[in-house]
């Protein structure tokens, strides 16, 4: 917008020419608010938030963390649904593979898929019952409905279809496929024209897929295994830092607040548990709430019972020490911040103005203490996952079929001389969040913290 | 000076208690007890629990702890020695040694590289060399100790034979190396940071450039003028390193198979031989006491801004 600069500054202009500015009544109507703002050149102020987030973005290497930090979340989150394996799942016939590497199984029914459109091998199936029982099954593939029934239970066979074949449908032992695939016999199944009854869903796969990061002494598939603990290792760090966060700032506010022979009494305790090597009474707490946990869980197995129950006691335990132990830090730096801010004078004029001490927290405490907050909890979630996977190394945090990157790591170390790669995944993963992690911490410091501001 | 120091030996004899207190009730509330076995009839476990008076009330056993433990009397063991005493097997039999010797030459290998790699990068700062410490901090205090000695471990020892698989009793030169290297790492690079951040602070410092002008060689300029004044946040992050070399400790000893006294600890907790949680517990928790203890003493020592007797703030 054309700012007529006469109008707003007629002193500036040449006295003897004032004649000539033709100023009508209307000149000297108050400015509107459009035009007010018209006259303020550069931009509009900047919200605390919005400077931050522009800090931020412009501190590449925080960025980058960032970016990879997605990247773990996208592994441990999605991963795991694009991947036909499960954390829990074990293959028989395929254990103790290196990575990328087919069992021999595997490597004659990938030779056979050559040979067919499309197979379900029963000895790639998870669990210890490898076989199709008998029945009645029907196969929904390439727009076609196969229905069979089956007289006797499958073993150690692959059920192929080859849609152009005068018999669709057929079965080949797994002893009679030879290393090009090709296979010596197969006995037709005789298919029927419509799904019986009852019939039970078999889905055909075109490929196998390979064991990326190999697979552990059970035939677990390890790639599965290291989205799964991830996203436990992930889930743990996220949700103690909350907890450490809601009782650390709440018991550091009321002592900041409350001041004199409470704020004292309550930072002696603060102290104390300070000064507590936490890691001797972490391991006693492990061991003593792992077994009550576990009745307590198998008694509830409904509402917070079963979601606390699905994370079983290891995991809870955890929170639970984090909830003991860990705020302390949090309670110091809330209520450093609180005692600070308490002296500020625009809190002073609060008081003096009347506000109530909701308001004062709400309106003034808070918005100068969440810089502090938000660094302090991201900071909170490494160190969380550090700890639990410290826990799991031991052997007491997670235990199998569920995972953790430590316990990953953990499981690794007995086989560390022939498949020291089951190591090195889930360590360098562990290693790259907790990275990210502190990157991001130390962006949102430089960003948030507005006494380092230019 | 001497009314702090007072003050702080009866604040840590009172978290001692505590910690007592705690360790206490936490390992009786331990399902199972030291006694239970499949061979064990339930009249046995009756008479192991009368002989060592765990039948008497938790309340009175807590009380004959403290009692003997002021006396110096640590008890005997339950069930991994059963009947030896645990002050013999922590001290005689050199689990308390090797556990110091440990987390000493881990602390003085941060010391001595940290600190000094931290003046070089702050004075060299945005060389190459600055930049090349930056990374190696940064990952180095990301990466777990039990990563990092598990990967020494499969490299040098079971990939290269360079070194012991097993470090044993500590008898060789060569076994110390994995353990302390794994245990320093991250303190030596946290260190590092923290003294490069310290020491820009003192270096951008008017007495720094007054010192400049007037002539002060280099080395005294960093040495004396700069490193002193940085090193103030750099001991108060002692205590907490001590700490965190004896937590490191329980990994380094069950990785490297060095039975020490943070070994002993896990074990002693799975074998619920309740003195022997308690005296590991209340030795390492003391030790940790102690040693904040000092770095406060020294840490007023080396500020003479810092009052003795104001309260933190």
Redesign the interface.
């Known amino acids: 917008m054309k700012v007529n600069f006469a109008k707003l500054s007629p002193f500036q202009v040449d006295p003897e020419k004032i004649e000539a500015l033709n100023l009508t009544a209307a000149d000297f109507e108050a400015a509107t608010n459009e035009e007010k703002e018209s006259v303020v050149y550069r931009h509009k102020s900047v919200s605390y938030w919005r400077d931050a987030a522009r800090r931020f973005r412009s501190n590449t290497v925080s960025m980058v963390a960032l970016f990879v930090f997605i990247l773990c979340l996208l592994f441990a989150f999605l991963g795991p649904k694009l991947i036909p394996y499960n954390y829990s799942d074990q293959y028989r016939s395929s254990q103790k593979l290196s990575s990328m590497q087919y069992s021999e199984d595997e490597q004659k029914v990938v030779a056979l898929s050559g040979h067919c459109d499309a197979f379900f091998a029963t000895v790639l199936q998870p669990g210890s019952l490898t076989a199709i029982k008998k029945g009645d099954y029907f196969i929904d593939y390439g727009g076609k409905t196969y229905a069979f029934t089956l007289k006797k239970a499958i073993e150690k066979a692959v059920l192929a279809l080859d849609a152009d074949a005068e018999a669709p449908l057929f079965v080949v032992k797994m002893s009679d496929i030879n290393e090009d695939g090709s296979f010596d016999k197969s006995t037709p199944v005789e298919l029927s024209e419509a799904p019986a009854e009852g019939a039970s869903p078999i889905r055909l796969s075109t490929g196998v897929f390979p064991h990326v990061f190999g697979t552990d002494s059970s035939g677990r598939d390890l790639m599965a295994r290291t989205m799964f603990g991830a996203q436990v290792s992930i889930i743990i760090g996220i949700v103690a830092a909350i907890i450490v966060l809601i009782i650390g700032s709440i018991y550091g506010a009321i002592s900041g607040l409350a001041g004199g022979a409470v704020d004292f009494v309550m930072m002696r305790v603060v102290e104390l548990i300070y000064s507590i090597p936490e890691v001797l009474i972490v391991l006693l707490l492990q061991v003593v709430l792992t077994d009550p946990l576990r009745t307590w869980f198998d008694a509830h197995k409904s509402g917070i019972g079963a979601i606390l129950g699905d994370l079983g006691p290891g995991i809870v335990s955890i929170f639970i020490t984090f909830a003991l132990l860990y705020w302390v830090t949090m309670a110091r730096i809330v209520r450093g911040q609180v005692l600070q801010l308490k002296k500020q004078e625009f809190v002073t004029a609060a008081v003096a103005l009347g506000a109530s001490g909701t308001r004062i927290i709400r309106r003034h405490l808070l918005p100068n203490a969440v810089g502090a907050l938000v660094i302090t909890t991201c900071l909170q979630i490494p160190s969380a996952i550090f700890l639990e996977s410290f826990l799991s190394f031991l052997g007491l945090g997670v235990s199998a079929p569920m995972a953790s990157l430590g316990s990953l790591c953990s499981d690794a170390l007995a086989t560390i001389e022939l498949f020291p790669d089951r190591l090195i995944y889930p360590a360098v993963i562990l290693t790259i969040i907790v990275l990210s992690l502190n990157l991001i911490g130390d962006g949102l410091r430089d960003a948030l913290d507005p006494r380092l501001k230019k | 000076m001497v009314s702090y120091i007072l003050k702080r030996i009866l ?2 004899v ?2 001692l208690l ?2 007592m207190a ?2 206490f009730f ?2 009786n ?3 199972g007890n030291p006694f239970l076995s499949e061979k064990a009839s339930a009249h046995a476990i009756e008479l192991a629990f009368k002989k060592y008076g765990l039948d008497q009330p938790l309340i009175v056993q807590f009380k004959n702890y403290v009692f003997n433990y002021v006396r110096g009397d640590l008890g005997v063991s339950l069930k991994m020695q059963e009947g030896t005493s645990v002050a013999d097997i922590i001290f005689n039999q050199g689990k308390f040694a090797r556990s110091i010797k440990l987390g000493l030459a881990a602390l003085a290998l941060a010391v001595v590289i940290g600190i000094p790699l931290g003046c070089i990068a702050a004075y060299r700062r945005g060389s190459w060399l600055d930049g090349f410490l930056r990374v190696m901090t ?2 180095g ?7 990092l000695a ?2 020494l ?2 490299f040098l020892a ?2 290269l034979s360079w070194l012991p698989v097993k470090s044993g009793e500590l008898t060789d030169f060569k076994c110390y190396i994995m353990p302390v290297i794994s245990l320093s790492f991250y303190y030596t690079c946290y260190l590092a940071k923290l003294t490069r951040t310290s020491m820009l602070d003192a270096i951008n410092q008017d007495y720094i450039r007054t010192a400049r002008a007037k002539g002060v060689k280099t080395g005294v300029l960093v040495l004396k003028h700069a490193l002193r004044n940085s090193l103030i946040p750099v001991i108060t992050y002692l205590g907490p390193v001590i ?1 965190g070399i ?2 490191g400790s ?2 380094v000893e ?2 490297f198979q060095i039975p020490g006294l943070g070994k002993y ?2 074990q002693s ?2 074998n619920r031989d309740y003195p022997i ?1 308690m005296a ?2 209340v030795i ?2 003391a030790l ?2 102690i040693m ?1 203890l000092v770095v406060d003493i020294a840490y007023k020592l080396v500020d003479p801004r810092i009052s003795l007797t104001a309260k933190e ?1």
């Open positions: 604040a840590a009172a978290t505590v910690i705690v360790t936490l390992m509330a331990i399902p940064t990952v205090v990301a990466v777990p100790t039990f990563v598990t990967l471990l499969a079971v990939k700490a004896i937590t329980f990994v069950s990785t600890f896990v907790v799975m949680i590991t517990t390492l928790s940790v006491i904040n703030g």
